[in-house]
């Protein structure tokens, strides 16, 4: 019985560090490169910093603090971030949890 439990902890404990590391070699995923206008929209204290892209498609930029302590709207930024869906205001809409903020020459 004992050879048995320690079979199965055994077992265990090295399906849990296979899982554990192959999730954390991953790049995440939806990760994109984006470029576009970037702007603020609605009104205090629900505003949204939004990036607007040559195809009129729109994101909401979830930025740190000291990205949006240096960000200088409206301008033409190229934004890298973990793309995924959330709601703003009641509506669904595409969201980017930016990993990289670049500023861009003015089109």
């Not at 995923?29 to 576009?36: A, D, V």
């Not at 609605?42 to 990036?51: K, N, S």
């Not at 979830?62 to 890298?80: G, N």
Request: hydrophobic share 40%; net charge positive.
């Amino acid at each position: 019985m004992m050879i048995r439990r320690l079979i199965v902890s055994s077992l265990l404990v090295s399906m849990v560090i296979v899982l554990f590391g192959c999730t954390a070699s991953r790049a995440p995923s939806h990760s994109r490169t984006l470029e576009g206008e970037v702007t603020v929209r609605g009104h205090e204290p629900f505003t949204a910093v939004i990036l607007q892209t040559r195809g009129r498609n729109y994101y909401i930029l979830k930025l740190s603090i000291e990205q949006r302590r240096v960000l200088i709207t409206p301008a033409p930024y190229r934004v890298t971030g973990r793309l995924y869906m959330d709601n703003w205001n009641g509506r669904s809409y595409a969201h980017l949890e930016v990993v990289e903020l670049l500023p861009l020459d003015p089109y």
